[in-house]
């Protein structure tokens, strides 16, 4: 183990855990990483040895099959498998969503119906929000279900699906105006839909197509993928929670573990930014030395290991938060903010420590500096995270005057 990041007080299972995790990276994914992700090819042994860890289940409760760990557990497995390969966090991050938010505000039919299954990783989840116009303004959705008799239809394109084609199950983010008198908030007219789903490209059920993979600058492996919905139909028992505008609140519940498991992520491949770039500085030399004895390299590795321990401490720090039963959103989404900024800042210094070998394929670096910038955007943009950490801030210290 290395003695950045470092976590204090956790239980001799937690360690276990990650000890477990960290073994399996190590041996099973970083070995073939830059590999698979140069040919973009989804890393199903990966998966599947993932599958026998209990990595899928790693958060649903005993009840229901899984291992009923916390969310400071999940996220520290996450910062180590990201330390591997990124893509692969992000495989079980989406599923883990829907996983919660079923656990948190689904029926009891709809958690005894799939939990069991998704912690065997059997079901396999996705969500699905954003749409091609919409951006960060998720008040903006198009996508609409329409109640007809004991069934919903449902119209509407949705945009960058994490899962798309591999799921089997996607937790899918319409306006339902049924109900809501005129002049209702946005926000309060929106439920999220259970769709369950064939694995796959094309039509995957009748109303409902994945068009195919969308090519990326980096995050490969990984399907990203848009869901079109044509008159798709879906019973009115698969409404998250049984009840119609709701969808917001359960969504941004999802979205505020999901900005901590954002948060793992960049402290993981900030952690092996670094520990490429210690590496290579201890075994390049130019004139006469190693360049790590050139004080210009050690001020960078000094502010690439101080990086990585901060963005962990916050990392952390937000998990506990939420997992205490208190509200996280300042705190998730300072961590989000500070762990993405950090991530891009170490990854470039440690591609700067390469040199010229920083831009060759052949060396681990090149993936890392492609995949970094997926963190600066994803799951709320830094701009968004900063618009809600200093609203909840204003909350936090009005002014009495």
């Given at each position: ?234 019973p009115a028992n698969r409404v998250l929670g049984g009840t119609t505008g709701r969808g917001f609140y359960q969504m ?110 052949e060396y681990e670096i090149e993936r890392l500096y492609r995949e970094a910038p997926m963190l600066l955007i994803g ?23």
């Amino acid at each position: 183990m290395s003695r950045l990041a470092q976590t204090a007080g956790l239980t001799d299972v937690q360690q276990e855990i990650l000890s477990t995790v960290r073994d399996f990276v190590d041996k099973e994914i970083i070995p073939v990483a830059t590999e698979l992700e140069h040919r973009d090819e989804y890393p199903q042994q990966i998966v599947d040895g993932l599958k026998e860890l209990g990595l899928f289940g790693l958060m649903i409760p005993e009840e229901y099959g899984g291992l009923g760990e916390s969310l400071l557990t999940y996220a520290l497995c996450v910062e180590e498998i990201a330390r591997g390969w990124m893509s692969v966090s992000g495989i079980i991050n989406t599923h883990f969503i829907v996983a919660y938010m079923l656990k948190q505000h689904g029926t009891q039919e709809q958690k005894d119906h799939f939990l069991p299954r998704m912690a065997l990783g059997e079901v396999r989840g996705a969500f699905s929000m954003s749409e091609p116009a919409l951006g960060s303004d998720v008040s903006a959705i198009t996508s609409k279900g329409v109640q007809d008799g004991d069934e919903y239809v449902l119209n509407g394109q949705k945009m960058w699906l994490t899962n798309g084609g591999s799921s089997t199950l996607v937790a899918v983010l319409c306006r339902s105006d049924e109900g809501h008198p005129e002049g209702t908030a946005p926000h309060k007219s929106m439920t999220t839909f259970l769709v369950e789903k064939e694995p796959g490209f094309g039509e995957v059920r009748p109303g409902l197509t994945i068009p195919g993979k969308i090519d990326k600058m980096g995050y490969k492996g990984v399907d990203t993928t848009e869901l079109v919905m044509q008159d798709l139909r879906i019973p009115a028992n698969r409404v998250l929670g049984g009840t119609t505008g709701r969808g917001f609140y359960q969504m941004m519940d999802g979205v505020e573990v999901g900005r901590v498991n954002v948060a793992a992520r960049g402290c993981g491949v900030a952690q092996r930014a670094f520990e490429l770039g210690v590496s290579y500085a201890q075994q390049r030399h130019t004139f006469g030395k190693p360049i790590a004895q050139h004080q210009a390299i050690q001020f960078k590795l000094a502010e690439m290991a101080t990086k990585v321990e901060a963005a962990h401490a916050m990392m952390v720090n937000a998990a506990r938060k939420k997992d205490s039963g208190e509200r996280n959103d300042l705190e998730a989404g300072m961590a989000k903010y500070l762990a993405s900024e950090y991530c891009k800042e170490v990854v470039e210094d440690a591609f700067r420590i390469h040199g010229g070998y920083g831009f060759s394929k052949e060396y681990e670096i090149e993936r890392l500096y492609r995949e970094a910038p997926m963190l600066l955007i994803g799951e709320g943009t830094a701009e968004i995270q900063k618009m809600i950490i200093g609203r909840r801030l204003l909350e936090e210290y009005r002014f009495q005057g």
